[in-house]
């Protein structure tokens, strides 16, 4: 069986990514999808709108064969991590080809950017700290490096200001550099701008549009052009049940509270968290009722939005540098939900895997990561603030994979 | 001007209250009555009914000349750290006397109790190892090795068994330790036990009653034959505003979230928790929606619920071990409401006092006693989860006294 790879978050599973599916099945002629898929929160430094179980079972739903998920300490992790973590999974599950949307759409424009990168590194990382030093973002100095010596290459090459053209490249180099047999390949995206609102006469939004529409108008029905309907039927289960969606609208009431526990320097602790940033976040969170508040006050051009954002994350699940930094790759497969073909796959490639696999958390409970993740299904349901919430904490721990 | 001190938490200020302020203004002859008053948490390891300003304002009202607040590291403490903050904060302020309610009555005993446990504290103490090592709780031992003791005396001596004589010993105690000219004295409560249900028919109940009243039936009027006026016009104020009372069953999702954000181990490092009970309080965490079956969980015979509940104050806090060694005394005083006697009495000392007059924080934010206290009164608004929570964090930090 010919298996291809996908890296996700699906938050919610829309139009769109049921396009990349069935575009990428028929251009690889691959026979099974596996997703690598993240947990409760998001590579954004968000909660994810509905927990990781209904979105797992929302793509299986729609046509995935095999979900996974990816540990919180790579699927909160900057672009590269993030990359690093799912593109060794994929590899770890004998994908021959991983398939990602992008702006650019051409495979070729990413190798060939992927060669410049690695015969010019002295150049470009030179170039990235001259453009920190003026105290621009760190996506913008890599951006402005990037373009600098871009007149190197003869070669058409990607535009790395675009979101899904950054991971993309950071897919491949992940493969690169893991000496991995695995294949890329990438289709391009239908909706042009990451973050275009969603317009109803459409039925292709991005997932950030949809979230958008549903926090303003409340209401499921908005949004159902840009679903299919099994998306549909996932989100309104999750609505009868949770009550809420999963926001930091919703999560900061926590949050802050958490920030004000401890003092100023010992939120420096946390991951990703830098430069004196930690004054900044504790002053906010005494001011700020409100997420969106909250978090303009502590806005500066020297980081950005999702940035921040992670910081946020990793201050609301303890999550240290030391443990960022004693991490390397994932330590395990833990399978979320599989059809009949996914769950014939995972036999087939069962002997020759080099992970253990996860189906029940209880027998292998003593893994760093695992646990880790465990801990953020707990916070992600105490975040919601319902009794639905209330009565899910500890069931991520029991919780077996949805089979098909 | 004679000055009477009395240490409290007015959790709520009633009927009982009143009657031992009054009968101690009359029994020491004084001209000013100063109460020590423990902020937004309570030495049951409690969050308080309403926040600090609230209880301080009552107590204002019902004739209480100068209320300052006991920091939070002393008023969370167990009973003769309690005592030791209390007591120095009267003697700072020059109290002639202080005037605490007892089921004794007579401070006579108390003095021939403080002697015979000074005079025996090798055999005392020995004691306590033998009863602590056949298992049960702290306290129990305490009474056990009491009684063990009391053959060596000929005088009257006090039933240590009893809350407010230990709390009563204490403060001689503490007195004595200081070598404070202050003089006790004690005036026999009116309510025999101090865990008694509140019966309507009566004008006394205790506040543990009053409250478990308030808590079940969720109505004011059904406490009021136990409140003066000013109490109950406080407590609408409060609720008015605050749209709940404070309570753990009211804070435990918080409480929660902050057990499960944390690994078992880290949790020993919080103040007073030992002896591996942190695996039985995170383990209660997971599994319970509601505060009662948590503790209940909980609950074995070495310790005490309030003890529990102190450590869970601490976690909930943020309070560690390290902080609480490094604690010796109370650094500052920090009045919260004055009568125009009171403030005569403050004016005519000022030039005498050996600690800081804290009356804006904002001036002396350094202080780490102090730190403590705007922290705990952040926490406290937080955990009632309501706008008026919400929207008071920070205003510890710039409210001054009130003054009348």
Redesign the interface.
Same mark, same amino acid.
């Given at each position: 069986m010919k298996a291809t790879g996908i890296v996700v978050e699906y938050n919610p599973f829309h139009n769109g990514h049921l396009h990349h599916l069935k575009q990428s099945q028929i251009q690889t002629s691959s026979d099974i999808t596996i997703a690598v898929m993240s947990g409760n929160f998001l590579q954004r430094g968000e909660p994810a709108l509905v927990d990781k179980w209904t979105r797992a079972k929302m793509a299986l739903d729609a046509g995935v064969d095999l979900i996974v998920e990816l540990p919180y300490a790579f699927a909160t992790a900057q672009a590269s991590d993030f990359a690093k973590g799912a593109i060794f999974l994929l590899d770890a599950l004998k994908c021959d080809t991983f398939c990602f949307g992008s702006e650019e759409g051409s495979i070729a424009s990413f190798e060939h950017t992927y060669n410049l990168l690695s015969s010019k590194k002295l150049e470009y990382n030179e170039a990235i700290s001259q453009f920190v030093k003026q105290g621009i973002s760190y996506p913008k100095a890599l951006n402005e490096a990037y373009k600098s010596i871009s007149r190197f290459s003869e070669e058409p090459l990607v535009d790395l200001s675009k979101p899904n053209n950054i991971l993309g490249f950071h897919y491949l180099e992940a493969a690169r550099q893991l000496n991995s047999p695995i294949q890329p390949a990438t289709i391009q995206r239908v909706v042009a701008n990451y973050h275009d609102d969603a317009r109803e006469t459409e039925s292709i939004a991005s997932a950030t549009g949809i979230r958008k529409v549903l926090f303003e108008e409340k209401e499921l029905s908005k949004v159902h052009s840009f679903l299919p309907s099994t998306s549909i039927a996932g989100l309104e289960h999750w609505l009868e049940h949770a009550e809420s969606f999963g926001s930091w609208e919703r999560f900061y009431? *926590?949050l +802050?509270?958490?920030i *004000? +526990? %401890? $003092?100023k320097k010992s939120i420096a602790k946390y991951a990703e968290v830098t430069e004196g940033i930690e004054n900044a976040i504790w002053n906010a969170a @005494? !001011?700020n009722?409100h997420f969106q508040p909250f978090m303009e006050q502590i806005k500066s051009k020297r980081f950005t939005w999702t940035r921040i954002q992670r910081m946020l994350t990793h201050i609301?699940?303890?999550f240290t540098w030391d443990q960022l930094r004693a991490i390397e790759y994932p330590t395990y497969i833990r399978p979320l939900a599989m059809s009949s073909s996914g769950q014939a796959y995972l036999q087939s490639i069962k002997k020759d895997l080099q992970l253990p696999l996860v189906s029940r958390v209880a027998a292998s409970k003593e893994n760093i990561l695992l %646990?880790l993740d465990i !801990?953020a299904a $707990? *916070?992600y349901y *105490? &975040?919601l %603030?319902t $009794?639905y919430g209330?009565?899910m @904490? &500890?069931s991520d721990?029991r919780q077996i994979p949805f089979r098909q």
């Open positions: 009431p *926590l +802050r509270l958490i *004000l +526990r %401890q $003092n @005494v !001011k009722e609301y699940t303890d %646990q !801990k $707990n *916070l *105490l &975040g %603030q $009794n209330a009565s @904490v &500890g721990f």
